[in-house]
């Protein structure tokens, strides 16, 4: 992870990230979200906590041959969003980790926490594919999907809490740095 270290790779996922993200979460888009919710009437699969199998099939049902089409465009583009997030998440996390602790170099492996998610992530896109195939059969993996979303949801929120704790820490040591350094200005302190 130590490679995910740059503030160049870190910038060139951020502004891929925030272009993805905008679109994907906030636009209209023939494969946005929003466009999902507006076909099908609810948030699609991918955005909830966790399905039931029943909420796959319901909610396959629920939208209908146009929103199905729309869910398989969002799905197009979900092929490319889990390594979005995961490049991103992971370098800002391996960054923030690297500036926090520079003597403790195993704690990088953390920064690999999103791009397990990402995996999860791409599974929950499986079995997604796999009910929209068998649709209006149910799928056998349906119940599986909501599985897929708990851990990759889990997985996604325990790294962001992970990168936010750690810019506070970040934060507190440079206030604490320039406390000291105002108080006792003839040591020298860096």
């Given at each position: 992870m130590g490679r995910w270290t740059s503030w160049r790779v870190w910038s060139v996922s951020a502004v891929i990230f925030v272009l993805f993200a905008g679109v994907f979460f906030a636009s209209s888009a023939p494969f946005a979200i929003p466009e999902i919710e507006a076909v099908c009437g609810e948030a699609p699969l991918d955005v909830r906590f966790t399905s039931s199998g029943s909420d796959v099939d319901r909610f396959l049902e629920a939208c209908g041959p146009e929103g199905r089409e729309a869910y398989q465009r969002m799905q197009v583009a979900d092929l490319f969003y889990p390594s979005v997030f995961g490049v991103f998440m992971a370098s800002s996390l391996a960054l923030a980790l690297s500036r926090l602790a520079p003597e403790r170099p195993a704690l990088l492996g953390l920064a690999a926490l999103p791009l397990v998610a990402s995996g999860?992530?791409?599974?929950?896109?499986?079995?997604?594919?796999?009910?929209?195939?068998?649709?209006?059969?149910?799928?056998?993996?349906?119940?599986?999907?909501?599985?897929?979303?708990?851990?990759?949801?889990?997985?996604?929120?325990?790294?962001?809490?992970?990168?936010?704790?750690?810019?506070?820490?970040?934060?507190?040591?440079?206030?604490?740095r320039r406390v000291v350094r105002r108080r006792?200005?003839?040591?020298g302190l860096r």
């Open positions: 999860f992530d791409y599974v929950e896109n499986a079995f997604a594919w796999v009910a929209l195939l068998a649709h209006p059969e149910p799928a056998a993996t349906s119940s599986l999907l909501g599985v897929a979303s708990a851990a990759k949801t889990t997985l996604s929120w325990l790294a962001g809490l992970l990168l936010l704790v750690s810019l506070g820490m970040i934060v507190v040591r440079v206030a604490r006792v200005p003839s040591l």
